[in-house]
């Protein structure tokens, strides 16, 4: 049931209210829904915050499921959704109604103990808007407050809704939508405000965090975390003193042009015990330092935690963990607050383990740098200086003058899964991944393509090889590990690898529980302390998404969406099968579960399926520079796709030059997300590309016939 309708009239109301002078009965409630919340929170019961407290550490004090019985854990229920793209949601559940985000920003609310449907809401994100996103259209999350539940739309909405009918109560604009905002992640609530950042850096957008008036959508405060145009003056923002002060001075050349980057796509939290807000800010635009500053300065605050006063948005501190960032290492990753016990005194401590791969414990009063220690293997720098808090760099890692394979690379040791953090054993719990990436200067001048990834690389032979043997080598030299890692002491206390990077988000328990899934659809459960695999089960699609834990009739239970998508799911072409990916579906467990887990459907790739005719060789190499320049980031490098979006090689209109240039020219698909390229691409361009993906289909062809023998 679509809970749109009628969103106007409510709105107008709303505002009406707001300007008849309303506010302060609205103050006073605000600040009793503000103290409700609190004790929500605190209720080990529901899990109505994205980490499960403002904390954020995604641990559950619930200790009924414990890692002695939960051989007994099977399924109660599950709800299958109706796309297959990206499903990164982590479930709320508030007096027994889970609510869960899907791909494209849609909502469900759906009984606890039954899974039975009580409210949808689509916000019928154009679909055209999937070529703004860097990273698929999946959506992170929701937050409840004062009987409505907050999402952010993909096309830069930030909504609200009635929490017990899906029906709309505001909804306001928060970018420019002419630009190449997104919003996957999930909102937070802090003291009255929903607060909200963006994505888009790697297409050319300039980051800042919102925060608005949760009652009415207005905005009180926004916070850019780069600096604009200089021409412009100052935005009249709660930024305007600090960038002034500190980071105009760390920016040179025309960075403005491309938006500088500096997006706040995933964590913000709130620090009750302090009263402040920490953001993660991401990458620059373009990745590259000498492209994006004329390779001078740090580029404050990309890369950075910012520590900000939540009532105003004002700066506070500031710790920039990749200063001068060159290899997209956001430090958007999340993170937790915790008090631990260095040195021999309590401290009070924020953790992080950003793209770059590296540990930091810092200390949350004034962003001091406590320490700093690689969870996996990294090559870009040995260690970090704690008197500078600056990383000390290999030379060579900023690729001047040669190429430079970076450990880790652009997929990151840790993207947006979420890590966890137990009290009770003290250990930090990531989802890491062992990968690489090439970088290399760009051998013609940088020219910025509006509305495109501008890296500021050069892309050339990014496809994998052919050989399956080479193909093979390739792949054995990226994976993941669950890292069970100790803060203190600055080590791992035990591991568990998978074959491939991109392992699930992490929940851990009071029960001495670690449970995560992965890419192969396997949800397991560890012992906290040790990392013995006491419990698993195949759900028959990959797990990206991270588990959360709740009571309902005193019955614990623990929900999990399931479902393939992201970054490294549509540009890496070394994934489990190129076949189209089943829809995404949210898994319910408890203790004598007796439902069977559902059959999920299998589908078949198809055949490769080259066109008759031949194309020159100029042909081919133009159309797989073209295709390393605007495609592969959604139909994977070597157009071999991972099966979230189609593969280009055995599509039928790859046989027709009209029915391509239909679909790459005249947008024939745009409402399935495949827009029109004319403004890029000729017509010459179009049929090069399709005799690019044509010569990859020949050879997948090829492959197909010898693997048949």
Not at 59 to 73: H, R, V
Not at 432 to 461: C, H, I
Not at 633 to 657: E, F, K, M, N, W
């Amino acid at each position: 049931m679509n809970r749109h309708a009628g969103f106007s009239a409510i709105a107008a109301v709303a505002l009406a209210l707001t300007a008849s002078g309303c506010s302060n009965s609205s103050a006073a409630s605000g600040e009793a829904a503000w103290d409700k919340l609190q004790e929500l929170v605190a209720d080990p019961g529901d899990w109505v915050t994205y980490g499960g407290t403002f904390d954020e550490q995604r641990f559950s004090p619930l200790d009924q499921i414990t890692d002695a019985n939960i051989g007994g854990l099977g399924l109660a229920w599950s709800h299958e959704f109706d796309t297959n793209r990206a499903q990164q949601s982590t479930p709320l559940e508030y007096q027994g109604v889970i609510y869960v985000t899907t791909a494209w920003s849609k909502v469900f609310a759906l009984e606890a103990k039954s899974g039975k449907v009580l409210w949808s809401y689509d916000p019928e994100v154009p679909r055209e808007f999937g070529a703004k996103g860097c990273c698929d259209v999946g959506n992170r999350g929701a937050a409840i407050y004062d009987g409505k539940l907050y999402f952010g739309a993909f096309d830069g909405r930030l909504i609200a809704l009635d929490i017990k009918t899906g029906k709309p109560v505001w909804s306001v604009v928060t970018v420019d939508q002419s630009k190449t905002y997104t919003i996957t992640g999930a909102p937070r609530i802090v003291k009255g405000k929903v607060v909200i950042g963006n994505g888009g850096a790697e297409l050319g957008a300039r980051g800042y965090v919102t925060a608005y008036d949760a009652q009415t959508g207005k905005q009180v405060w926004r916070f850019y975390t780069v600096p604009g145009n200089p021409a412009d003056g100052p935005d009249n923002a709660a930024s305007d003193k600090v960038l002034a002060e500190k980071a105009d001075k760390t920016w040179f050349g025309d960075y403005w042009k491309t938006g500088g980057g500096g997006t706040v796509w995933d964590t913000i939290v709130y620090d009750r015990e302090l009263d402040q807000l920490y953001i993660g800010v991401g990458n620059g635009s373009p990745w590259n330092h000498k492209v994006r500053s004329e390779g001078k300065g740090d580029n404050l605050f990309l890369s950075s935690i910012v520590a900000l006063d939540p009532d105003t948005g004002a700066y506070r501190w500031h710790y920039q963990e990749t200063p001068g960032d060159t290899w997209d290492y956001t430090a958007t990753q999340g993170i937790t607050l915790a008090t631990l016990k260095i040195d021999g005194e309590p401290r009070k401590v924020l953790m992080h383990a950003p793209k770059n791969g590296f540990f930091f414990v810092i200390d949350r009063k004034d962003g001091k740098l406590l320490s700093a220690r690689n969870f996996v293997k990294v090559n870009w720098a040995t260690g970090y200086d704690l008197k500078t808090g600056r990383p000390i760099e290999d030379p060579k890692a900023r690729y001047e003058g040669a190429a430079y394979v970076a450990v880790p690379g652009a997929v990151g040791a840790h993207n947006w899964q979420p890590m966890a953090f137990s009290p009770k054993t003290g250990l930090v719990y990531i989802p890491a991944n062992n990968v690489l990436f090439g970088y290399e200067d760009p051998t013609e001048k940088f020219e910025v393509r509006p509305g495109r990834w501008n890296l500021g690389l050069k892309f050339k032979d990014t496809s994998p090889p052919d050989d399956p043997k080479a193909f093979q080598s390739v792949r054995d030299r990226l994976s993941g590990r669950l890292v069970a890692w100790n803060p203190v002491l600055q080590k791992e206390a035990w591991g568990f690898d998978y074959s491939e990077p991109w392992n699930g988000g992490v929940l851990t328990t009071a029960g001495n529980l670690v449970l995560q899934g992965d890419t192969k659809g396997n949800l397991r459960a560890f012992s906290a302390d040790s990392g013995k695999v006491v419990w698993s089960a195949n759900l028959g699609m990959a797990i990206m998404a991270p588990p959360v834990s709740f009571l309902v009739d005193g019955e614990q239970y623990i929900a999990v969406a399931g479902g393939y998508g992201g970054a490294y799911a549509l540009t890496s072409s070394y994934n489990d099968s190129p076949a189209p990916r089943p829809n995404g579906r949210l898994f319910v467990f408890k203790l004598g579960g007796k439902a069977k887990l559902p059959a999920i459907a299998k589908f078949d790739a198809g055949p490769a399926n080259p066109p008759a005719e031949s194309f020159s060789p100029a042909q081919v190499a133009h159309g797989k520079e073209l295709f390393e320049r605007d495609c592969w980031v959604c139909h994977g490098s070597g157009a071999i796709s991972s099966g979230v979006v189609p593969d280009l090689r055995r599509v039928g209109s790859l046989t027709s030059a009209e029915a391509w240039n239909a679909v790459v020219i005249g947008g024939a698909l745009q409402e399935r997300g495949m827009i029109s390229f004319k403004q890029y691409l000729s017509a010459k361009d179009a049929e090069d590309l399709r005799a690019y993906v044509a010569d990859r289909a020949k050879l997948l062809q090829k492959q197909e016939r010898e693997s048949s023998k």
